[in-house]
């Protein structure tokens, strides 16, 4: 099994950043596609970004490209996703999620889908203020 921990959210301003963490156990980790979603207030769970295993390709959904930046250290059994310019509109519990499928790299529609990762964290609370 694996376990992931969110950590990093917290309330910033407008324009302000953050970056959020999320810690891995387990031995494969590094063999994971992982993802970040969110969910705002009366809203589903949204894809934000998603990271190869070994970090060579990345997806973003549009309303975060340019602003967040997802990376992960192996050696660590962690992915990040940095935020800069932060917008009211990123409000959200984000939560971070693994893939553990043993097929190659798919198109982001695929990574977009909630039911295709197997492990979940709790979520991180990120409050943007105008």
């Known amino acids: 099994q694996v376990q992931l921990l969110e950590s990093g959210g917290g309330l910033v301003q407008a324009g302000g950043s953050l970056r959020l963490s999320c810690a891995a156990s387990?031995?494969?980790?590094?063999?994971?596609?992982m993802g970040w979603f969110r969910q705002a207030p009366g809203k589903e769970r949204d894809f934000v970004a998603v990271i190869h295993w070994s970090g060579i390709a990345t997806y973003y959904t549009d309303s975060v490209k340019g602003r967040f930046t997802i990376s992960r250290d192996n050696a660590k059994n962690t992915v990040y996703l940095q935020m800069n310019s932060l917008e009211s509109e990123d409000t959200a519990v984000y939560y971070c999620a693994a893939n553990t499928a043993s097929y190659s790299w798919r198109t982001i529609d695929y990574y977009a889908i909630s039911g295709n990762y197997a492990y979940w964290g709790q979520g991180t609370q990120v409050t943007v203020s105008s």
């Open positions: 387990g031995r494969t980790f590094s063999s994971y596609a």
